[in-house]
């Protein structure tokens, strides 16, 4: 619940090809969703996307990272922890330019809650610090080599806040799809509803064309009989 988006856009996504480093490989056959998605728990954002139910961008945007602008209507970022690059191309040049600014945007708020994040860690160092002098050689002791719960906490790996994470991903996910299939629906709706409007004005207008010519036509006979009285 922690993970919302923040920023959603349409786009087809491709990935570079890791044996050649240098051509594209479509990720999707058409224009997919692509959101930024901010943790408040963790107070970090990540670029996600899903076609169908898989999941084609799940990239954790850090300060080095740069997106980069190589046409009008494409742009791309390097993500070294999926050990790929990533492009997007857009429908107009202002898609592109709106993404860029985001990433920009995020890219910034990621930078600032790092330096946050290292100041607080400064701080709890230098209170441990300050504690440990006060503190008799046995507690300093315990302190250092840690009790068998703590080790037990740090040394094992974190599979359930993996999986929590996972599972908060999947909902947003799912939600997301579900919102697409949704609006898609609606558009199909108003296309076949626009489509039974148009067919029905063309028959409006072609029975007035009708009926006009029939009165034309009752008008000209009527002015032929009366030229006979």
């Not at 998605?37 to 300060?63: A, C, E, L, M, W």
């Not at 080095?64 to 790929?84: E, V």
């Not at 002098?133 to 068998?148: I, K, L, M, Y």
């Not at 697409?180 to 629906?185: A, H, I, L, N, S």
């Amino acid at each position: 619940m922690g993970e919302q988006p923040i920023f959603t856009t349409r786009a087809h996504v491709f990935q570079i090809d890791p044996s050649t480093k240098k051509n594209w490989v479509p990720a999707s056959k058409q224009a997919v969703t692509v959101s930024y998605f901010y943790d408040s728990t963790r107070n970090s954002y990540r670029i996600i996307s899903v076609d169908g139910t898989k999941v084609i961008i799940n990239s954790t945007i850090t300060p080095n990272m740069t997106f980069t602008k190589t046409s009008q209507k494409f742009g791309q970022w390097a993500d070294s922890r999926a050990n790929t690059v990533f492009g997007l191309g857009f429908g107009s040049e202002q898609h592109l330019s709106k993404f860029a600014d985001k990433f920009q945007e995020v890219k910034e708020a990621a930078r600032l809650a790092r330096e946050r994040s290292q100041e607080k860690m400064e701080t709890s160092s230098n209170h441990s610090q300050e504690s440990g002098r006060e503190t008799p050689s046995s507690t300093r002791a315990s302190s250092v080599n840690g009790t068998d719960d703590e080790k037990a906490c740090h040394g094992a790996p974190p599979d359930s806040e993996l999986k929590t994470e996972n599972d908060k991903l999947k909902t947003a996910l799912a939600q997301s799809t579900s919102n697409v299939k949704k609006w898609e629906t609606e558009l199909e709706t108003l296309r076949e509803s626009n489509a039974r409007l148009s067919l029905a004005l063309q028959e409006s207008i072609a029975s007035v064309e009708h009926w006009k010519k029939q009165f034309l036509a009752c008008k000209d006979e009527n002015d032929q009989l009366r030229n006979k009285v």
